[in-house]
């Protein structure tokens, strides 16, 4: 298993500014996801984030609005950036153990004002 | 691609009840198929992995099911109690890197 800790928890940001979600392992893991779940929706992969490489966006995702980081086998940040209220989430950084099962962080409740 | 449906997408129930929750797929060559339970407004927690070898999976009073060649997966809560209630999510690896597809998830609610 993986224990997997985000902050902050959650955050009321201002239209036009950005915030950085961090995502802290207690274990070494290759392959790091970010999911984003909108209000009563599930979730949608945003990104995947491999130690060593560029992160890989999903459709409708780019790297601009979401640069991701991923410097070390245990931790990622997510930046939200030049944020509006559609940005409104809940994001969910997760990890995958082998075989193919994934944990999730307690996520970050985003509100864009 | 990967579809994955559960039903219903709602669900109330008196405390005690035994209750099954249903998730389908649609394409039947999956790795395996992983149950969820998500709070309101917190991330999710895993509840059961099922392999694709596997028929079924237990913890507690969860028990799930998997049968590949029809596409389908249960969930079953034995004894159901008011701390059961949350949404229920399952999930199957697919796609080149595997990525978790999601169902929208079940609200069930147990009512003391």
């Known amino acids: 298993s993986a224990v997997i800790s985000q902050k902050p928890s959650r955050d009321i940001c201002q239209r036009g500014t950005s915030l950085t979600i961090q995502c802290q392992v207690d274990s070494q893991v290759t392959m790091m996801f970010w999911y984003r779940q909108q209000p009563g929706q599930s979730l949608t992969l945003i990104a995947t984030?491999?130690?060593?490489?560029?992160?890989?966006?999903e459709s409708g995702f780019v790297i601009d609005k979401f640069p991701i980081s991923r410097p070390n086998l245990t931790f990622s940040t997510l930046t939200v950036s030049n944020m509006s209220p559609e940005d409104s989430s809940i994001y969910l950084c997760?990890?995958?153990?082998?075989?193919?099962?994934?944990?999730f962080g307690p996520g970050t409740r985003l509100t864009v004002t | 691609k990967q579809e994955v449906t559960q039903i219903p997408a709602a669900l109330s129930v008196p405390e005690g009840e035994n209750l099954v929750l249903n998730c389908s797929f649609t394409d039947s060559a999956i790795y395996n198929l992983q149950w969820f339970r998500q709070d309101p407004g917190k991330g999710l927690t895993s509840l059961l992995l099922?392999?694709?070898?596997?028929r079924e999976q237990t913890s507690g009073r969860l028990n799930a099911s998997l049968d590949k060649s029809s596409g389908r997966s249960t969930l079953y809560i034995a004894a159901s109690q008011p701390g059961d209630s949350a949404t229920y999510l399952c999930?199957?690896?697919?796609?080149?890197?595997?990525?978790?597809?999601f169902g929208s998830g079940t609200q069930l609610t147990v009512l003391p």
């Open positions: 099922i392999q694709s070898s596997q």
């Open positions: 999930a199957v690896p697919s796609g080149s890197a595997r990525q978790l597809t």
């Open positions: 997760s990890v995958r153990t082998k075989p193919y099962e994934q944990y």
């Open positions: 984030a491999n130690q060593g490489s560029e992160a890989t966006y």
